[in-house]
Each structure stands twice: as C-alpha cells, then as structure tokens.
Nanobody, 119 residues
Framework: QVQLVESGGGLVQAGGSLRLACVASESISNIYAMGWYRQAPGKQRELVAG???????RYADSVKGRFTIFRDHAKNTVFLQMNNLKPEDTAVYHC?????????????WGQGTQVTVSS
C-alpha cells in the first residue's frame, strides 16, 4: 500500500514561514487530487489546500494569499509553502489522496507533522 510521509513542521514565530513536504512511496502523477489537511485540538479536520494533477488548486479562505501548494511528480512529493504564519495556523498537518471534491481517502493517512506558531 502506498505510504505518505509528512515532514517540515516545527515551531515558528508569527509572520514566519515553513515548507511542508509529503513524500509518497509510489508515483503520484496519476493521482488526480491530493490535499493538505490540518486538525487543531478540539477542532474538526479541514482542507487547507488541494491540487490536482492537471494544475488546478483550491485553498481554504483562511490561507489564501499565504499558502501555496505544489506537486513535484518527479519527486513524488507534494509541498505546502506557508508564509506569514499566524497562531491560528497551529495544528497537525497531514497530506492525503482525495476524491475529486477533496474528500480525503481514509486508508492513507500518515503520521502528520506538527506546526506550532507562537504569537
């Protein structure tokens, strides 16, 4: 089964940047949709950003203009560049394969990577 491994999280001050990476154990070029999701304590998991293999993207309103998702098929990797981070971005971030509406596919969750933004 394909595995997804996230990395790049950490502790950063508000206004700082992080780049998250999600490496797949197999090629992702034929996977239509992949997304980055996050879950903060006491909150529901939400889609942060999604990208299709045709180049279309989707962002949560709260991150538009600050986050960028991009897929590197040569490296089987999906990146999430996060700029101007805010304390409310603090969460565990996961990537996953998704259906066309970005509903994540539960079989492939990785361990996630913790992002903590201090004020």
């Amino acid at each position: 089964q394909v595995q997804l491994v996230e990395s790049g999280g950490g502790l950063v001050q508000a206004g700082g940047s992080l780049r998250l990476a999600c490496v797949a154990s197999e090629s992702i070029s034929n996977i239509y949709a992949m997304g980055w999701y996050r879950q903060a304590p006491g909150k529901q998991r939400e889609l942060v950003a999604g990208a299709t293999n045709t180049g279309t993207t989707r962002y949560a309103d709260s991150v538009k203009g600050r986050f960028t998702i991009f897929r590197d098929h040569a490296k089987n990797t999906v990146f999430l560049q996060m700029n101007n981070l805010k304390p409310e971005d603090t969460a565990v971030y996961h990537c996953n394969f998704a259906l066309s509406n970005y509903e994540p596919i539960d079989d492939f969750w990785g361990q996630g990577t913790q992002v903590t933004v201090s004020s």
